[in-house]
């Protein structure tokens, strides 16, 4: 059996269209596999970017636990453990947050990221600089292979789906069953750059891409001076603006389905291809203004939180949709017990399955349950280089309510997301905010008491680097 793991970025969970209450998202491919396989409805990324959610994903824990950006050396994260035990491992990520810069390569015996860019000067001297990539500079045909989507594509600061297939495909082929291979794609993360005919199906008002990207560009020119909640994205766009944004968000996610589908194609396409097991999630949300703001700042409403999360084989169909919250942590223990490796004493996630999940017999009584689902964050802008326990927000989930604590005021609010999941109105119930309240200071101690805050080896100092940051939006 082999496993493969897909993340999406700024996935939120009404961008699969089986998912959504809107017309206006194109997913057929995902539909379908939603429908098949096992769907988890109530799915939380443990943070809003991409740097709170991979410790998740990919490490098991809470960004609190070891501290972000990076995966720290404390943490063992999914892909050391196979790799230790005899299995194939292979990574490829199309962002650079989830790349060597920041240790996500652990455990891979295949990396693939976007490190470098096309300034292959710009490469070879930061490669000098960081003695961890020196080692790894002497697979040039990696590095190579690193750069040279790049220069094919255009100016988008990241691998496009299609390419991340070829390469995906290639590196499959040339390793040895059972094999993980965990595949990140960006499309959706903007700046967007859907293929003009997917494009053209959106009503995306009259705008072309680049009109958007401008709009977009605009925000992120100026998001400095508004990186505090308290200021408004809404004043720079207009409904309309707004609107066009959204559907060329959907508009990736129907390229980025039909992607998916061509990748699970070639993979499943022989008839004794091995049984395997996709797994897909959205690494984050994704906020249009609903809470104030675009993008995915660090904020922890469901549009930010909420992910889908899918489970399905090609041999057989799950049928099945799980209630239960749980956690994007809870990935790595999933995939370890699926290639019966043992758990890793790191990792706070549970399993989203028994062992038997793939033959079909998934029930909702068979998941344990979690007592609570936490997100959280301690950064105000950017990747979080800079954590303080000042300013930490952390979201506690015990279905249906869930709290958001913002330690600046000492204070949270109560929702009830079953009744109101877009988090529209704070509710009383002095009993369970208490609860919530105090598993809420439990993080937050973990955080003030950390042997963490910064890994080692995350100096982002190379230009090539600090404009694929900037071109995502992520820098200052
Ligand atoms: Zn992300």
Redesign the pocket.
């Known amino acids: 059996m082999n496993v493969i793991l897909i993340t999406i970025?700024?996935m939120r969970f009404g961008a699969i269209s089986e998912l959504s209450n809107s017309d206006d998202v194109v997913t057929p491919f995902l539909d379908q596999k939603v429908r098949q396989g096992a769907t988890f409805m109530n799915a939380f990324a443990t943070g809003s970017?991409?740097s709170t959610?991979f410790p998740g994903i990919l490490g098991g824990v809470l960004p609190f636990d070891f501290g972000y950006p990076g995966l720290s050396n404390h943490n063992t994260p999914i892909a050391e453990v196979l790799k230790n035990d005899g299995i194939s491992t292979i990574g490829i990520s199309g962002?650079i947050?989830t790349s060597r810069v920041y240790s996500y390569d652990r455990g891979f015996t295949s990396f693939h990221d976007t490190v470098g860019n096309s300034l292959k000067d710009n490469l070879y001297s930061y490669i000098l600089e960081h003695n961890k990539i020196f080692k790894l500079a002497k697979k040039t045909n990696q590095i190579i292979r690193s750069i040279k989507p790049s220069l094919e594509s255009n100016s988008v600061p990241y691998i496009r789906a299609e390419d991340l297939n070829d390469i995906a495909v290639d590196m499959i082929e040339d390793c040895k069953d059972p094999y993980f291979a965990w595949l990140h794609y960006m499309d959706p993360?903007h700046p967007y750059s859907p293929p003009q005919s997917i494009f053209e199906e959106f009503d995306t008002k009259g705008y072309e891409i680049d009109q958007i990207n401008e709009l977009v560009d605009n925000w992120s020119s100026r998001r400095p001076e508004l990186s505090s909640d308290n200021k408004n994205d809404s004043e720079l766009f207009t409904s309309t603006e707004m609107e066009a944004i959204k559907e060329t968000y959907n508009a990736e996610m129907a390229y980025v389905d039909s992607q998916i589908e061509a990748l699970y194609k070639k993979i499943t396409k022989s008839k004794d291809t091995e049984e395997t097991i996709f797994i897909v999630c959205g690494?984050?949300g994704e906020e249009f203004l609903e809470h104030g703001h675009f993008s995915?700042r660090p904020k922890l409403f469901n549009e930010l939180i909420h992910v889908p999360l899918i489970l399905f084989s090609n041999k057989d169909k799950f049928n099945t949709s799980i209630s239960n919250p749980v956690s994007l942590s809870d990935i790595p223990p999933t995939v370890s017990r699926l290639f019966d490796s043992k758990s890793n004493s790191t990792w706070r996630g549970m399993p989203l399955t028994s062992k038997d999940l793939y033959t079909g017999r998934i029930k909702n009584q068979e998941l344990e349950e979690r007592d609570y689902i936490f997100s959280e964050l301690a950064h105000e802008a950017g990747l979080g280089e800079e954590q303080s326990p000042e300013i930490a927000k952390i979201s506690v989930v015990k279905y249906p309510w869930k709290y958001i604590y913002y330690n600046k005021n000492n204070a949270g609010r109560l929702y009830n997301i079953r009744d109101d999941p877009h988090e529209t109105e704070a509710v009383l119930n002095e009993e369970v905010t208490d609860e919530l309240h105090e598993q809420a200071q439990t993080r937050l101690s973990t955080l003030a008491d950390g042997p963490h805050h910064k890994t080692e080896n995350q100096s982002t100092s190379s230009t090539a680097v600090q404009d694929r940051l900037e071109a995502l939006g992520y820098k200052e």
């Open positions: 970025d700024s970017g991409t959610s962002n947050a993360h690494d984050h995915h």
